[in-house]
C-alpha cells in the first residue's frame, strides 16, 4: 500500500511539492520525507476483512512490485486495536500508514510507475474507501522522547492528526508544537512517565500548496498498553499543564486520532 498518496488523489493527480528550508535530516543523516496517511476501508468489506488482505495481499503488492517496493525507505502499517473501536467518540478510520522517501523525486516516481498503477492502484480501489483517506506529506520526525532503540510488543501506539487553532499562522503554530508543547510534555514527570515514545511529525511547507486536508501534521506516540495512555490523560498535570496549552495552539476538536497496536513493519525493518 503506498500509505495514502497513492491510496487517493495521487493515482490520478499531480503532486508538485517544494520541500521547504526546514527539511530534517533523516536516518544515516538523509534528508527524507514521510507520507502518513488515514486509511478507511471499502465499506463493502468488515472490519476483519480490511486488516487481513491490507496486512498480507495489498503489503505484498507493495513490497514486490518493480518501481514500487523499492523507492520506499521504510513503510509501516499501524492497525486499529479493536477496542479503539468501541469509543463512542472515535473517528471512522481503520488505520495508519507510513512510508519514508529518500526525496521527494522518489515520491512522485513510485506513484507514476506503471507497476503501480497497474497492480497497486486498482487494488486499493477494492480495499480502500479512496475519497475518506486523509494524508499529508511530513518532514522526518522530531523525537521528544525517544525510549529504547528496540521497542518489543505488545504496546498501544497514538496517532493524532494535529489542527492549528484558527488563530494561528502556519509558522506560528508549528513553533508553538515544537518549541513549547513538546517540551511541555517530555519535561512535566507525570505525564512523560507514561510515554515510551512521542515524536512530532510536521507538514512540509510545500505540501500545503496542493491543498487538501487543513491538518498540519502528526503526533505519534507509544505506550507499554492504551491503559497507560487512558492514565496520562487522567493525571491532574495533563488537566492543569498540558490541556490548557493545547485549546491555545489547537483545533482540539479537529483533531482526528486512533488507538492502534504496534507498527508492523513491511520494508526497511532492522
Same mark, same amino acid.
Given at each position: &500500500? ?8 495521487? /493515482? ?10 526546514? %527539511? ?9 520525507? @514521510? ?25 505484498? =503488492? ?6 514500487? *517496493?523499492? #523507492? ?7 492497525? %486499529?486495536?479493536? #477496542?479503539?473501536?468501541? %469509543? +463512542? ?7 495508519? /500508514?507510513?512510508?519514508?522517501?529518500d ?17 497497486v ?13 486523509? !494524508? ?14 528496540? %521497542? ?5 501506539? =497514538?496517532?493524532?492528526?494535529? @489542527? ?6 502556519v ?31 510536521h ?7 496542493? *491543498? ?9 506516540? !507509544? ?6 495512555? !487512558? /492514565?496520562?490523560? /487522567?493525571?491532574?498535570? !495533563? ?14 476538536p479537529?483533531?482526528?486520532?486512533? +488507538?492502534?497496536? &504496534?507498527?508492523?513493519? &513491511?520494508?526497511?525493518?532492522?
Amino acid at each position: &500500500m503506498t500509505g495514502g498518496g497513492g491510496d487517493s488523489a495521487v /493515482a490520478t493527480g499531480r503532486h508538485d511539492v517544494i520541500l521547504g528550508p526546514g %527539511r530534517s535530516a533523516g536516518a544515516k543523516g538523509r534528508s527524507v520525507i @514521510k507520507l502518513i496517511c488515514f486509511v478507511k476501508r471499502n465499506p463493502a468489506l468488515t472490519v476483519d476483512e480490511f486488516h487481513d488482505r491490507w496486512r498480507e495481499h495489498h503489503s505484498r =503488492l507493495v513490497c514486490e512490485t518493480p518501481g514500487v *517496493g523499492d #523507492r520506499i525507505a521504510r513503510y509501516e502499517q499501524n492497525h %486499529r486495536l479493536a #477496542r479503539d473501536y468501541e %469509543r +463512542l467518540d472515535s473517528s471512522d478510520f481503520d488505520g495508519v /500508514a507510513v512510508q519514508w522517501f529518500d526525496s521527494i523525486d522518489d515520491f512522485t516516481a513510485m506513484v507514476a510507475d506503471p507497476g503501480y498503477q497497474a497492480r497497486v492502484a486498482p487494488d486499493e480501489g477494492e480495499l480502500l474507501d479512496r475519497d475518506g483517506l486523509i !494524508w499529508l506529506l511530513t518532514e522526518s520526525e522530531e523525537v521528544f522522547i525517544a525510549g529504547p532503540e528496540q %521497542r518489543a510488543g505488545p504496546m498501544a501506539k =497514538l496517532v493524532c492528526l494535529v @489542527k492549528r487553532n484558527a488563530k494561528l499562522g502556519v509558522d506560528q503554530f508549528h513553533r508553538q508544537w515544537r518549541d513549547v508543547h513538546g517540551p511541555l510534555n517530555r519535561d512535566t514527570p507525570a505525564i512523560a512517565r507514561h510515554f515510551i515514545r512521542y515524536e512530532q511529525n510536521h507538514r512540509l511547507p510545500g505540501d500545503y500548496e496542493r *491543498g487538501g486536508p487543513d491538518f498540519d501534521g502528526a503526533a505519534i506516540e !507509544w505506550f507499554a498498553s492504551p491503559r497507560e495512555f !487512558w /492514565a496520562m490523560v /487522567a493525571e491532574p498535570d !495533563w488537566a492543569a499543564v498540558i490541556a490548557p496549552h493545547e485549546r491555545e495552539f489547537l483545533d482540539v476538536p479537529g483533531l482526528v486520532w486512533i +488507538l492502534t497496536d &504496534m507498527e508492523e513493519v &513491511m520494508i526497511g525493518a532492522p
